[in-house]
C-alpha cells in the first residue's frame, strides 16, 4: 500500500473515487483548512476518512464533512481539540455549558485586547505630545511658570531621539497623581540645591556629589541619565536664558553652581566636562 500521509496531496488525480465523496484537497478547499490539519486530525482520531480509494487515498463523505463543518465551527470558536472531541462524542457532555465557558473566556481576550488597545493609543499619543494632560492639568501640577508649549517645543527638538521614546514610554503610564509626584521630587530638589549653595557646600565635596546623584535619579523619571549626558544639561541650564531664569529664580548663581558641582562628580569618575557629549 503506498504512503498515504503524504500522497493526499495528488489524490485528486486519481480516478478510482466515489462520485459522492471528497479528496483531502477538495476537502481543504471547501473548509478553508490546510491538508495538514486533516492529516492531523485523522491521525488523532477526531475526523478520520469513512472511505478509502483502491490506491489507499482517504475520501470523505458527506457525514464526514458534517463532522469536520462542526469541528471547523468548535476551533474557530476557540476550542481546544480534546474539548472539541468531548463535545463531538460524548453524548453526556454538557453543550451549552462548554459553549458558556468558552463565552467568557472570549470576553476576558476582549476586554484584554481592549486595554491593549487603550496602552497602545495612549503610547501613540504620548509620543505625539509627551505629556498626556490638559493644560489646566499642566498648571495646577506644574506650577504658575509652566509654560503648556513647552511639550509641543520639546517634541518638535527632540522627538526623532531615543530619550523623547523613553520619555513617551514612561509618560504614557502617569496619570495626574504620578506626574505630581514627579513635579513634588524635583521642587524638593531644587530646594535642597537652594540651601547647599547658600550653606557654602564647595563642589566635589560629599554633599554636593549626593546632590547630584539625586539629580540624576529625579531626571530618571524623564529617561536615564549619563553623567556626561548630566554635564550636558549643566551646561544648558547656565547658557539658557529659561532655565536660568528658572533656577536663578531659587537663588542668584544656582544655574553655575549647579554646573561646578555636576563636572566635579563627572571629573571624580574619570569625564572630562570639557569634552563630554550627550551619549
Known amino acids: 500500500m503506498p504512503d498515504t500521509t503524504?500522497?493526499?496531496?495528488?489524490?485528486?488525480?486519481?480516478?478510482?473515487t466515489d462520485a459522492d465523496s471528497l479528496t483531502v484537497g477538495q476537502v481543504s478547499t471547501c473548509l478553508g483548512v490546510t491538508v495538514r490539519a486533516l492529516h492531523h486530525w485523522d491521525e488523532i482520531g477526531l475526523a478520520r476518512p469513512s472511505l478509502r480509494t483502491a490506491a489507499g487515498y482517504r475520501l470523505y463523505t458527506a457525514a464526514d464533512l458534517e463532522r469536520l463543518h462542526r469541528i471547523v465551527v468548535y476551533r474557530d470558536l476557540g476550542l481546544g481539540l480534546d474539548r472539541i472531541r468531548a463535545v463531538l462524542d460524548d453524548s453526556t457532555a454538557d453543550v451549552p455549558g462548554a459553549l458558556r465557558a468558552q463565552r467568557t473566556q472570549v470576553a476576558e481576550r476582549i476586554d484584554r485586547?481592549?486595554?491593549?488597545?487603550?496602552?497602545l493609543d495612549r503610547m501613540i499619543d504620548?509620543?505625539?505630545?509627551?505629556?498626556?494632560?490638559?493644560?489646566?492639568?499642566?498648571a495646577a501640577i506644574?506650577?504658575?511658570?509652566w509654560n503648556p508649549d513647552w511639550p509641543a517645543q520639546a517634541r518638535q527638538r527632540y522627538g526623532d531621539t531615543p530619550q523623547w521614546r523613553q520619555y513617551a514610554e514612561r509618560s504614557a503610564a502617569r496619570g495626574p497623581e504620578e506626574w505630581q509626584a514627579v513635579a513634588d521630587a524635583v521642587a524638593d530638589l531644587d530646594r535642597a540645591l537652594g540651601d547647599a549653595m547658600d550653606a557654602g557646600v564647595p563642589p566635589g565635596s560629599p554633599e554636593a556629589n549626593e546632590?547630584?546623584?539625586?539629580?540624576?535619579?529625579?531626571?530618571?523619571?524623564?529617561?536615564?541619565?549619563?553623567?556626561e549626558m548630566q554635564v550636558c544639561l549643566g551646561r544648558m541650564y547656565e547658557a539658557d536664558p529659561a532655565?536660568?531664569?528658572?533656577?536663578d529664580g531659587i537663588r542668584t548663581g544656582l544655574a553655575t553652581w549647579f554646573r561646578h558641582i555636576v563636572d566635579a562628580a563627572a571629573r571624580a569618575h574619570g569625564i572630562d566636562p570639557d569634552t563630554a557629549t550627550w551619549q
Open 211 to 227: 546632590l547630584v546623584e539625586r539629580h540624576r535619579e529625579v531626571f530618571a523619571s524623564y529617561f536615564p541619565l549619563t553623567r
Open 6 to 16: 503524504d500522497a493526499d496531496t495528488d489524490a485528486d488525480t486519481d480516478t478510482d
Open 126 to 138: 504620548a509620543h505625539d505630545r509627551g505629556l498626556l494632560l490638559t493644560v489646566e492639568q499642566q
Open 113 to 119: 485586547l481592549q486595554q491593549l488597545g487603550a496602552g
Open 142 to 145: 506644574f506650577g504658575p511658570e
Open 243 to 247: 532655565f536660568t531664569a528658572h533656577y
